[in-house]
């Protein structure tokens, strides 16, 4: 079988292949501590399960219209508008099965073969994957522990060519936990408006954030129509599986979205948007737990992996993840996270999952117990004396 040419450049998300392969140790009787995956470890809140089951009852398992439904819409322009400070209308919403259609479509709607496409790096990878898949080019910009893992503004000024047609920026971050200043945001805002670039903002982190507040570039002068918000329920209200998300943009590029959202999956499943209403109007408790759950979690890490000879780890300020320096060692990332996988029992990902810039760390997600933490930890530095 002859393959398109494009599907040589498509990449994936290591973090699934690293999970498939845990389970298949689990099977053989190894006891796994899955420090891989980034999903919450909580239910979803049974308000919003009562909210979808009442739903299909109610009979909300037809097709809706492709950019989402009415009601669902305007819940979101409200909540964007009050959360990111902007004014926004219902029809500057669309809603996807989970946030990554808002990736794949605006870097297809955006950039052309041979166009440039900025993005962070470690980053997450389905980032520089469609980049590619589209025949775009790929421009990293480097994440730098000494800088907090926030991007550098002026190395992006040297970075933007008359070819840039998107940059990509993801505050909280995956796989750091940085976050960009108010002032980072007010650069890059001023380089977007200057060189009239489009800026794909990922927020989908938005809500788990340790300290301070969370700062969106389209509430910046100017920067609202040139922002593509992405965002969604996965991460805020444990909801991963349901697949929910929505992208907030300008009117013009909502209705070729939409149009991009038929084309492929025609539209969200409806009985999750009414959860989805739930989830945004309905009470915030289970979400601010979590938050503090996560805050409590990454505290307990942090000390821990600091603890550990010929490890350093950064604290992040958002998102539940640590992205800790392993260069002491004197393994590569990918040689070390199977090691630790396949003799420790515990999973974790290589830097270079999320980028060439992530050599010389490993992610681990503290989305699991306190406990379970407690003893990874004390697996990893049994397992690390012997090296």
């Given amino acids: ?60 398992t037809h097709y809706g219209p492709s950019a989402g439904l009415p009601e669902f819409r305007e819940v979101i322009a409200q909540y964007v508008s009050k959360t990111r400070k902007i004014n926004v209308k219902p029809e500057q919403v669309v809603v996807t099965p989970g946030a990554k259609p808002i990736m794949f479509f605006s870097i297809l709607a955006l950039a052309n073969e041979g166009e440039e496409v900025i993005y962070p790096n470690p980053g997450f990878p389905i980032y520089e994957s ?29 970075l933007v060519t008359d070819k840039t047609k998107l940059i990509i920026i993801n505050s909280p971050q995956n796989p750091t936990g940085g976050v960009l200043t108010k002032e980072d945001l007010r650069v890059i805002a001023e380089i977007a408006l200057s060189k009239d670039i489009m800026v794909l903002a990922d927020e989908i982190y938005s809500h788990t954030l340790y300290e301070g507040e969370h700062h969106s570039i389209s509430s910046f002068p100017g920067m609202q129509e040139k922002t593509i918000i992405l965002d969604g329920m996965s991460k805020t209200y444990a909801m991963t599986g349901w697949r929910l998300g929505y992208g ?130 004390e697996r990893i530095e049994k397992t690390l004396s012997k090296i």
């Fill in 130 to 158: 469609v980049i590619n898949f589209v025949g775009a080019k790929a421009i990293p910009i480097k994440l730098r522990e000494e800088n907090d893992f926030r991007l550098d503004t002026d190395e992006l000024k040297k």
């Fill in 248 to 377: 907030v943009m300008r009117e013009d590029l909502t209705v070729l979205v939409a149009k991009l959202q038929t084309n492929s999956n025609s539209c969200t499943a409806t009985f999750t948007q009414r959860a989805g209403i739930e989830a945004l109007t309905g009470p915030q408790d289970e979400a601010n737990k979590m938050v503090a759950e996560f805050k409590k979690r990454r505290d307990v890490i942090v000390k821990g992996l600091n603890s550990i000879s010929r490890i350093s780890c950064k604290t992040p300020q958002g998102a539940f993840y640590v992205f800790p320096n392993i260069k002491q060692i004197g393994w590569n990332s990918k040689r070390l996270a199977d090691h630790l996988l396949e003799e420790a029992g515990v999973a974790v990902l290589s830097g270079t999952s999320f980028g060439e810039y992530g050599e010389g760390y490993i992610r681990i997600s503290y989305a699991n117990s306190v406990e379970n933490i407690k003893k990874g930890l």
């Fill in 1 to 60: 079988m002859k393959l398109a040419d494009r599907m040589s450049g498509l990449g994936t998300e290591t973090a699934f292949e690293v999970l498939a392969r845990a389970k298949q140790l689990e099977k053989k009787g190894k006891d796994i501590i899955h420090l891989e995956i980034g999903e919450p470890d909580f239910d979803t809140p049974k308000n919003i399960t009562d909210a979808a089951i009442k739903a299909l009852k109610d009979g909300y």
